[in-house]
């Protein structure tokens, strides 16, 4: 029994993890690599193992750096099942067609570029690619034990990041050592709207853990409220707009419903807002469907709702034109646009046209990795480069982290804090700075801690290291 670390190992994104029982290798995420000027080349490169090898892959959540290399896989030879949660299961086709679009665009894109003698460049997959890989996709219940090979027990438990994200609980057995991994996939924040709050496990042999923000904490959520209404009254008095990057899973959903709850105390009447994204569209369809994973307050809510979200003065924008348009609106326009990180999609649109007013206003609301244009805002940059062309930041840039889907750091200790005996951690999803600062935190409260690199090897029968080592 062995656990080998590939992907999101060092870093945030590229989620995938192999996990060895009684001989048969399971796939924990297969994700893509975001942000970098090396993230396309790097998602092109062959898998660190053979695609055909694998004999099952269990899918956290959809969000692409998770679910992404997945119609890859298949691609490559892979053919067995993918294990998910029922939400899970329905976002996949709204991320993965896109995905799929937007490759095969700008692999358009590039061929027009090159030169006679350069190669052709193909899209990473097709469409054709993702329809044969929803075909494996089989849907789990929450809470309840499945064998997807024979020696693994496998159990969904709730993570409170997104819609349909999943913990993993790994039983283990192989003659006659048992060993339990929990793998907890993206954790949410705690009393965070809609969603249940991340499953407190309490025993395990093994952790591996994400640590996006395993070095800072959010501000308290009714003072990042407080600010996002302060935001909006900003743009109010200078008559400008205010431009949401969001991911089309998760953050355009509690955008949206935290609009709604504050329709009157922010004084929306007098605004458009705009959800200018097919795919946020689609995904709030889901949403909207997947009750029995609401919090409390979420069903009170959805009891008096006849669709979601409730917002009478929301434009949901599908087309090109449609999207075109809201660039005629000078003011009192709230836009929430994709993607989340502003390295592709409708939102490059908007920033380019409002990044040069003043008074205009960028919520950055989710975590930017580097080399994004995301980051480039949040680094406060004089000016970004867009389609090719420099454009100045004279608007006023606004990070809520408040609203981030992954929990801070005390989120992850509390997380961590309800098991009783201890266990030893694998910190993943993380950049090192922040991934060493969580570690910190852990061994202060007596745990012990790897943080992976890409092809270090963890014997689970003796929690012993093999092959590269950790940092």
């Given amino acids: 029994m062995q656990i080998e670390f590939y992907g999101a190992a060092g870093e945030v994104t590229g989620s995938c993890h192999i996990l060895t029982v009684r001989g048969k290798r399971v796939l924990l995420d297969c994700g893509m690599i975001q942000g970098g000027r090396d993230a396309t080349e790097r998602n092109r490169r062959e898998f660190p193992f053979v695609a055909a090898d694998i004999d099952a892959v269990v899918l956290s959540h959809a969000h692409i750096d998770h679910s ?23 976002l996949l086709p709204i991320l993965w067609r896109d995905t799929a679009d937007l490759g095969l665009r700008e692999a358009e894109r590039i061929n027009r570029r090159r030169e006679p003698d350069d190669p052709v460049v193909e899209p990473l997959y097709d469409l054709d690619d993702v329809e044969r890989a929803l075909k494996l996709v089989r849907a789990l219940r929450y809470d309840t034990s499945y064998e997807p090979v024979p020696g693994l027990s496998l ?7 997104i819609l349909g994200s999943s913990s993993l609980l790994l039983a283990c057995s192989d003659g006659g050592v048992q060993r339990t991994v929990v793998f907890s996939g993206d954790l949410g ?10 499953y407190p496990f309490e025993q395990a042999d093994l952790v591996i853990m994400e640590s996006t923000y395993g070095d800072r904490l959010h501000r ?18 200078s008559r400008g707009n205010v431009i949401i990057p969001a991911f089309a899973i998760g953050r355009s959903q509690e955008v949206l419903y935290v609009l709604g709850l504050h329709h009157e105390a922010w004084r929306l009447r007098d605004w458009q807002v705009f959800l200018d994204s097919p795919m946020a569209i689609e995904a709030s369809r889901v949403y909207w469907n997947h009750i029995d994973r609401y919090d409390p307050e ?42 989340g990180m502003c390295n592709g999609g409708r939102v490059l649109h908007h920033l380019k046209h409002n990044l040069p007013r003043p008074e205009c206003h960028i919520v950055i609301t989710g975590f930017q990795a580097p080399g994004t244009l995301g980051r480039a805002l949040v ?8 389609h090719g062309e420099l454009v100045r930041v004279s608007a006023t840039v606004h990070t809520l982290g408040g609203l981030s889907a992954h929990g801070d750091q005390e989120d992850l200790l509390r997380w961590y804090g309800n098991f009783t005996n201890r266990p030893p951690v694998c910190l993943v999803h993380g950049e090192l700075p922040q991934a060493q600062a969580l570690r910190a935190r852990l061994e202060a409260r007596g745990g012990q801690a790897w943080i992976p690199v890409p092809g270090f090897v963890l014997d689970l029968s003796t929690l012993t290291e093999k092959g590269v080592r950790s940092s």
Avoid: W
Wanted: aromatic share 4%; charged share 25%; glycine share 6%.
């Fill in 220 to 237: 308290d959520r009714q003072a990042t409220l407080a600010e996002f209404g302060q935001i909006i009254a900003a743009a109010d008095a």
């Fill in 379 to 386: 680094d406060r940059l004089p000016a970004v480069r867009i």
């Fill in 68 to 90: 992404g290399r997945l119609p890859l896989l298949v691609k490559r030879g892979f053919r067995g099942p993918i294990y998910t949660n029922a939400a899970c299961r329905d």
């Fill in 155 to 161: 159990t969904l438990r709730d993570a409170g990041h």
């Fill in 298 to 339: 979420a069903l009170r809510l959805r009891a008096n709702f006849t669709a979601m979200p409730q917002l009478p003065n929301l434009s949901l924008c599908r087309t090109a034109d449609e999207s075109r348009a809201i660039n005629r609106v000078r003011d009192h326009a709230i836009i929430i646009a994709g993607s």
């Fill in 189 to 198: 924040q705690y009393d965070s709207p809609i969603l249940l709050d991340p």
